[in-house]
């Protein structure tokens, strides 16, 4: 078997910062779902294009995303080389350590390519008395 090679830079992404705004309903425990169906990266590996649909679901606490930076925070890992995992994983790291929520999960679902699609789900939990944390950043 033969090593792939490398041709596209592994690097994170510079990403601007997500704004935030103030929950109108902190004391209401309700879910937010963004879906961008644009989300567009590059194969560490090959160099070439990957294309998918990231959606981010939370549960907001006192900070809810602004909408039209989280669109440009997106648009930063264009050029980036990264893996769909490390992309996903990424984002939640980043939203999560922005906004506090209570709950978050981020879903990556990849194009097919060779035959198969990916699909990569990495999930938050604010740890409580009652929850043990899930992920931690």
């Known amino acids: 078997m033969t090593k792939a090679r490398t041709t596209a830079k592994k690097a994170e992404p510079p990403r601007p910062e997500v704004a ?3 929950n109108p309903n ?3 425990d309700y879910a937010i779902r963004i879906e961008n169906s644009e989300f567009t990266s590059v194969c560490p590996v ?3 294009p990957d294309f998918g ?3 981010v679901c939370y549960t907001p606490d006192k900070l809810c995303l602004e909408l039209k930076s989280l669109k440009y925070y997106f648009l930063a890992f264009r050029n980036a080389g990264i893996y769909y995992e490390a ?3 990424m984002i939640l790291d980043d939203l999560v350590k922005l906004a506090r929520p209570r709950w978050m999960e981020v879903i990556g679902e ?3 390519r060779g035959g198969m699609a990916t699909r990569v789900h990495a ?3 604010r ?3 009652g929850n043990p944390p899930r992920h931690k950043n």
């Open 20 to 22: 935030t705004f103030p």
């Open 26 to 28: 902190p004391d209401r």
């Open 46 to 48: 090959t160099g070439l």
């Open 53 to 55: 649909t990231i959606i």
């Open 87 to 89: 992309a996903v994983n």
């Open 110 to 112: 990849f194009s097919v």
């Open 123 to 125: 999930e938050y939990l």
């Open 127 to 129: 740890e409580s008395k």
